[in-house]
């Protein structure tokens, strides 16, 4: 397995609240992701990241910013969480952006807002 | 626009049998084309990737999957299930936009295996 890790595995929190998703990576790849899962979606992108300090959006990004201070982080940040980001978050690494890498994906966190 | 169709959301058969998850795609280039398999409260995983170099594709656990152009199907087969198969499976287009590849999901297969 590709060296991902997600932290927290799980979170409940309130709305209205910040909450910061962090993954780590030992791979030392260039580009990292973070996608949402919920169910009839499949996975969609919130933001991605393809250096340190260069990060863009992806499909589902409002209510979401994101940082990148080293190689191998990569924060998701819900700066006010609702209801309605209530998912399954994925982070994801791949080695290259434009040469058809697949990703590697790391476990999962399960974010609950009340 | 690019799009992926994953024909069933649910699919069951027994421990023996051939598995058949059925997937149709829409793209105005020449598609990068992906599964991946993701397990309960796992993520997901890569089983085999078409990327214009062979139409049939082996991967892994016995896996393999068939790009055919014509009909713009990219379906996955095994010729016999194993109850460890049992899990959800996605069929993955990836685009080129900008400076990434984009990953279109289809909404999945829940793959059922009985005894």
């Known amino acids: 397995d590709a060296g991902i890790t997600q932290s927290p595995r799980h979170k409940v929190t309130e709305t209205g609240t910040p909450v910061t998703l962090r993954c780590h990576q030992t791979?030392?790849?260039?580009?990292m992701y973070w996608y949402r899962q919920d169910p009839g979606h499949g996975l969609r992108l919130i933001h991605y990241?393809?250096?340190?300090?260069?990060?863009d959006k992806g499909e589902v990004s409002d209510g979401y910013s994101v940082s990148r201070s080293k190689t191998e982080d990569f924060l998701l940040t819900l700066e006010s969480a609702t209801s309605s980001q209530t998912s399954v978050y994925f982070c994801a690494i791949s080695g290259v952006g434009t040469d058809n890498s697949p990703l590697h994906f790391g476990n999962g966190t399960r974010l609950t807002v009340t | 626009a690019q799009s992926v169709t994953q024909l069933d959301s649910h699919v069951s058969v027994s421990e023996g049998t051939p598995v058949l998850l059925r997937c149709n795609y829409s793209s105005s280039y020449s598609p990068s084309l992906f599964w991946y398999v993701q397990h309960p409260n796992k993520g997901l995983q890569l089983l085999l990737k078409?990327?214009?170099?062979?139409?049939l594709v082996k991967g892994i656990n016995g896996f393999e999957a068939e790009f055919k152009k014509s009909e713009t199907s990219f379906h996955l087969t095994k010729p016999s299930a194993h109850m460890s198969d049992a899990a959800e499976y996605f069929c993955v287009v990836s685009v080129l936009v900008g400076g990434y590849n984009k990953l279109i999901f289809g909404a999945g297969t829940r793959l059922a295996v009985h005894p």
């Open positions: 078409y990327t214009s170099a062979a139409t």
């Open positions: 990241s393809y250096g340190v300090k260069d990060t």
């Open positions: 791979e030392n790849h260039r580009y």
